[in-house]
């Protein structure tokens, strides 16, 4: 196995500590196989039907060894509230959710998607992201996920792991990195940069999502499509930093200033905050997990399409 080779090559450029502590926010196969055996590392799969990413029975037949499963779409990652979909549920709830997993303040978390698609690397981000706004900063991303793992010939796993035992984890909510309707609201009129994540479809108006009342996007954003930096390489998906830093360049915004990204319900925004935030480097980004969903509520809000300008929500709701 390619594990056993390369811990008797002694790479010493891959070989990690004892404790996988602070580790970069997007990490690769083969410094997740290196931090194995490691102390308080938890490796966490959230694939789900996205992107036809697998299940827990998909889980079973083939995982990680030593990963916990949570299923991002039904587990309780997000919830609906007062008709928006993809919100941020309450700390007590996401404490009791990651307690459930075993998993307490002292862990690094590496968080694993399917690998099999944009889509599904949302899954990752928005659990990293939540991890985040929860104040536990040990967190990362396998970068092509569980299906990188496989097709770069890592071990793997089968079978059902036993249950984890419940542990107590503390949340601290970090409200910097979580905007409100009301907060957007104030960014738009002070000029703040708005990022839309949603493909260029969405962002011109010429599609919408059906959890959003119409369509286009919040007036003078500027589109970074949550898709546009991904490579795939023998069906597994690979965020690109090179592209990604090109492509941020191309937007020309300042690092150091506010950011305020969104999408349909919070999930490509995920990976947009991620990849402005983690990758890029605009700290002071944070992430509208209502988005249109939440913003096409209000009739008196406004919306920019390519062909028609810009309306209100109650006009073009008409």
């Known amino acids: 196995m390619k594990r056993s080779l390369l811990l008797a090559a002694g790479t010493l450029a891959l070989a990690g500590p004892v ?3 602070h580790p970069a926010p997007l990490v690769e196969a083969a410094w997740l196989d290196q931090q194995l055996d490691s102390d308080n590392l938890v490796i966490l799969d959230v694939r789900s039907a996205i992107d036809d990413g697998g299940d827990r029975a998909s889980f079973e037949a083939a995982h990680i ?3 916990r499963y949570s299923n991002y779409t039904d587990a309780g990652w997000r919830e609906a509230r007062h008709g928006v979909a993809g919100l941020m549920p309450g700390v007590d709830d996401l404490e009791a959710l990651i307690g ?19 889509t599904d690397f ?7 992201w939540t991890f985040k706004a929860l104040g536990h900063d040990e967190v990362t991303i396998l970068n092509g996920g569980f299906a990188g793992w496989e097709q770069q010939g890592f071990e793997v796993a089968s079978g059902t792991p036993d249950a984890p035992e419940a542990t107590d984890f503390s949340g601290s909510l ?5 905007a409100t309707t009301a907060e957007v609201e104030a960014a738009l009129d002070a000029g703040e940069p708005l990022v839309d994540a949603r493909p260029p479809a969405f962002y011109r108006g010429e599609i919408k999502s059906p959890a959003a009342r119409v369509p286009g996007t919040i007036p003078g954003s500027v589109n970074l499509p949550h898709d546009g930096s991904f490579a795939e390489r023998d069906g ?12 941020i360049d191309e937007l020309d915004l300042d690092r150091e200033a506010p950011a305020v990204v969104f999408c349909n319900t919070g ?6 905050w991620f990849q402005l935030s983690e990758i890029g480097g605009l700290k002071n980004a944070t992430m509208y997990d209502g988005s249109m969903a939440a913003w096409t509520r209000d009739d008196d809000h406004l919306v920019q399409l390519a062909e028609r300008g810009i309306v209100s929500v109650g006009k073009l709701a008409e």
């Open 122 to 128: 949302g899954s990752a981000t928005r659990v990293y």
């Open 65 to 67: 060894p030593g990963s």
């Open 236 to 247: 597994a998906y690979y965020l690109q930093p090179d592209s990604l830093m090109a492509r």
């Open 174 to 178: 970090q409200e910097q990195l979580l």
């Open 267 to 272: 999930h490509w925004a995920a990976s947009g």
């Open 19 to 21: 404790h996988a502590q």
């Open 100 to 118: 459930g997993l075993g998993i307490d303040n002292d862990d690094t978390v590496v968080v694993v998607p399917a690998g099999t698609g944009p």
